[in-house]
């Protein structure tokens, strides 16, 4: 599956990553500074692994091996989320342990009807904040039940994650919100997504390629909730370079999954 995801107010981005193994690759555009910059993880079947992690660096036109410990920082300078935080587990399922279920019930949340199909580029409005542009503008529903799941990042010693915890939707197992507690106990950060089932219908703009009905995610808040700093980011139809969403199509992973791949796309 193949996300065009991208920030406001210009599409940015581009997530390619088959299942098993898990590679994931972004390539940016909307900034001359990070232009080109490609990142690739590649996940081993065995989820004790730690993943490898790989960045194509423009700047000095060559792939470089990241340490397991940079899924704990940002991306690039400004962004509030991390690696690790991707679908709230960024990371191999056990090198995480420590499970516990520590709650349930009901819970608002955006599992669907999130998109915002009747938009150009399916970009959502905006509210919020002294801005008034600090959230997407969404719709959040009743969920009858939700599992919280707490876990702790047994594998990764330094990290300045202490715990995470985890609501997810019982009928689907989606992960619906995530919060992350820091090394002392103190709530740190948030990260809320989006859902809905994409179909096209008469009179919407679609692209040639785009499936015309799927289910993905459509948006994410990723807050800072201690320096109340804020990263949005949403599933945008097309991105720069003539790329658009796309779902279960086999040239994927030998298109972008690969170091090669990242050296000829940098390029």
């Known amino acids: 599956m193949a996300d065009g995801w991208a920030s406001d107010p210009r599409p940015a981005s581009l997530y390619a990553g088959p299942r098993e193994p898990d590679p994931f690759l972004r390539r940016d555009g909307s900034c001359a500074r990070r232009r080109h910059t490609g990142i690739l993880q590649v996940w081993a079947y065995d989820q004790h692994q730690l993943p490898g992690y790989y960045v194509y660096q423009p700047t000095t036109k060559r792939v470089r091996t990241y340490p397991v410990d940079q899924r704990f920082e ?45 938009q150009p580029n399916w970009l959502h409005k905006t509210c919020g904040g002294k801005s008034g542009v600090k959230y997407w503008r969404t719709r959040m529903e009743l969920v009858p039940e939700a599992y919280v799941v707490e876990l702790e990042p047994v594998a990764y010693p330094r990290a300045p994650i202490g715990k995470k915890r985890i609501w997810y939707d019982a009928r689907t197992l989606t992960p619906l919100t995530m919060i992350s507690y820091d090394r002392q106990g103190k709530v740190w950060k948030q990260w809320e997504g989006g859902f809905d089932y994409y179909e096209r219908k008469p009179g919407m703009k679609w692209i040639d390629g785009v499936p015309e009905h799927f289910w993905s995610w459509t948006h994410v808040h990723a807050h800072d909730l201690q320096s109340n700093r804020m990263s949005r980011f949403y599933f945008a139809q097309s991105v720069p370079g003539g790329y658009h969403a796309t779902v279960d199509d086999p040239r994927l992973f030998g298109d972008f999954c690969s170091i090669e791949a990242l050296e000829r796309l940098g390029r």
């Open 74 to 118: 940002p991306q690039f300078p400004g962004n509030t989320f991390f690696v690790t935080e991707y679908w709230s587990t960024g990371d191999p399922l056990l090198t995480w342990g420590n499970f516990k279920l520590v709650g349930k019930g009901p819970m608002l949340a955006g599992a669907h009807h999130c998109a915002d199909l009747d």
